[in-house]
C-alpha cells in the first residue's frame, strides 16, 4: 500500500474537519473565544520506546496517551493532533489498520481527532511522533513552576506498574498482565483535568520517572520537595512483588526512577487539600518545602539516597 493510498484508505476517515480531508497540507481552526491553547509532542522510537518489530494498535494508543499525559497535568482538553509516522515499506494492509485502530479508540476515548501530518518510508528503525492542541480557560493552565512552602505533594494512579512491565519486555520478569498492560498502554488519569486546574498549585505528568520529574518541579518552583518512598501508591501486584524483595526500599527506589508511569504529580495549596482529595483519587505523598532539589524518607522518617532519579536520552 502506498503512501497516498494509506492516508486515503484509513487515515482520512478519522481526521477532523478541520484537517481539510487531508488533502491540503494544513490545518484550520478558530479556537474559541476565552480559551488559550496548549501544545505539546512527544515521540516513540523502536528500540528506545517500544520493542524492534512492534507496530500495533497497542503502539498507536501509547502514542496517543504519552501527549495527553501532557496536556492533562496542564488540566487541559485534547482536542486535535497532528502525527509523523516513519514506516518501513514493508508493512502489511492489516498492520496499518490495526494501528489507525488504536488511533481510533483513543481518539474516542478523549475526544479529539487527528488534524494532520506527515508520512515517510524509513529504511531504518520507525519514528512515530505527535503534537497534540488541547485548550484550557484563559490563564488556568496549571505549569510546574508554581509550587509553594508547605503544599501537600500528591500523585494520581499507582506508580512503578510500567517499570515491570518493560523489565518483563526485556525478560528480567515473569510475565504479569497487569505490568504489561501498563507499559504498552499507560492509562493517563484523563478524568481528572478539571480537578487539577481547580486545586493544583503545580502539575506535570511523570514520565521519566517519579523522583526525576520532581526534581524538574522543585527546580521549576524554586522550592525543595520531601517525599515519602512508603507513601508512593503501588498496585497489588506491585505490592506482592515488593514483600517478595530482600530490601524493600531499594525496590521502592526502582519503582519511583523507572518512568513510564504517564500519571500526575501535583502540589495542592494545604487549604485545598481535604476538598480536592474528596473530589479526585491522588494519595499524599510528601511535601513543598523552603529547601531546593528533592529528599526522600523512608516510612520511619530516615532519608534515603537515590543515585539515579529517573530516565534520561542523553
Known amino acids: ?160 506498574d510500567a517499570y515491570l512491565g518493560l523489565q518483563i519486555v526485556q525478560g528480567k520478569l515473569d510475565e504479569e498482565t497487569h505490568w504489561l498492560q501498563c507499559y504498552h498502554v499507560p492509562n493517563p488519569p484523563y478524568a481528572l483535568r478539571g480537578q487539577i486546574r481547580t486545586y493544583a498549585s503545580a502539575a506535570l505528568d511523570i514520565s521519566d520517572g517519579l523522583i526525576a520529574d520532581a526534581l524538574h518541579m522543585a527546580k521549576a518552583s524554586n522550592v525543595g520537595i520531601e517525599i515519602d518512598l512508603n507513601a508512593v501508591p503501588v498496585s497489588e501486584a506491585t505490592r506482592t512483588w515488593l514483600s517478595a524483595q530482600s530490601d524493600e526500599i531499594q525496590a521502592r527506589i526502582l519503582l519511583v526512577t523507572g518512568g513510564d508511569d504517564y500519571q500526575v504529580l501535583l502540589a495542592i495549596p494545604p487549604d485545598q487539600y481535604k476538598q480536592a482529595v474528596r473530589d479526585m483519587p491522588i494519595t499524599k505523598i510528601g511535601t513543598v518545602t523552603q529547601g531546593m532539589g528533592v529528599v526522600c524518607h523512608d516510612g520511619q522518617g530516615n532519608e534515603i539516597a537515590v543515585q539515579k532519579p529517573g530516565y534520561t536520552h542523553f
Open 1 to 160: 500500500m502506498g503512501e497516498f493510498e494509506f492516508i486515503a484508505e484509513y487515515l482520512a476517515k478519522i481526521a477532523g474537519p478541520e484537517a481539510l480531508d487531508l488533502k491540503d497540507d494544513v490545518a484550520i481552526w478558530t479556537p474559541p473565544s476565552g480559551l488559550d491553547v496548549v501544545i505539546s509532542m512527544d515521540t516513540l522510537v523502536e528500540g528506545v520506546h517500544f520493542s524492534a518489530g512492534q507496530f500495533d494498535g497497542a503502539l498507536a494508543q501509547k502514542l496517543m496517551r504519552v501527549n495527553v499525559s501532557d496536556v492533562i497535568a496542564k488540566g487541559a482538553d485534547p482536542v486535535g493532533y497532528f502525527m509523523s509516522l516513519c514506516l518501513p515499506a514493508n508493512l502489511s494492509s492489516s498492520t496499518l489498520e490495526d494501528f489507525c485502530t488504536g488511533l481510533e479508540r483513543d481518539q474516542n476515548i478523549y475526544g479529539m481527532k487527528l488534524w494532520g501530518g506527515d508520512t515517510t518510508c524509513s529504511d531504518g528503525v520507525c519514528v512515530l511522533s505527535a503534537t497534540i492542541i488541547a485548550t484550557i480557560p484563559s490563564r488556568k493552565a496549571v505549569r510546574r513552576s508554581g509550587a509553594r512552602p508547605g503544599d501537600i505533594m500528591c500523585v494520581s494512579g499507582t506508580i512503578g
